[in-house]
């Protein structure tokens, strides 16, 4: 083999390195976008479950905001009930007590008339 070939396979393989070595490199560059892209969609992805997870946790609260508020709200209608209860009691006292008071008023009135017949009369023609 005479130097000019030599000097071709050398080049010839130098080029084939080279070739190979960019390759490599332009390899390693799409990999490196790949791998940024997938670490981009991961970031977005972590972001958008702690939005949710925080959307949930809101929510969570505003239910046991408007738990308590139906609990203290069933706890005032209770009382209310239970004062309702004790007034309509309270009111069934009373008109008993109106009517025994009507009743004694009848007895006395009739009690009266028993002695003083004419007095009665002219209280009712008063009337």
């Known amino acids: 083999m005479d130097t000019a070939t030599i000097v071709w396979i050398v080049v010839a393989a130098l080029v084939v390195i080279a070739l190979v070595a960019l390759a490599i490199v332009f390899a390693r560059m799409i990999n490196a976008r790949k791998q940024e ?38 706890a005032d209608a209770d009382a209310l009930r239970a004062q309702a209860d004790r007034d309509r009691a309270a009111a069934k006292e009373q008109s008993a007590q109106a009517d025994a008071e009507r009743r004694a008023a009848a007895e006395k009135e009739a009690a009266a008339s028993k002695f003083d017949p004419a007095k009665h009369r002219r209280d009712d023609n008063r009337g």
Request: hydrophobic share 30%.
């Open 37 to 74: 892209r997938r670490r981009s969609e991961a970031v977005k992805q972590h972001n958008e479950a702690s939005d949710r997870a925080a959307y949930a946790q809101q929510r969570d609260a505003d239910a046991a905001e408007t738990e308590a508020r139906a609990i203290r709200r069933e």
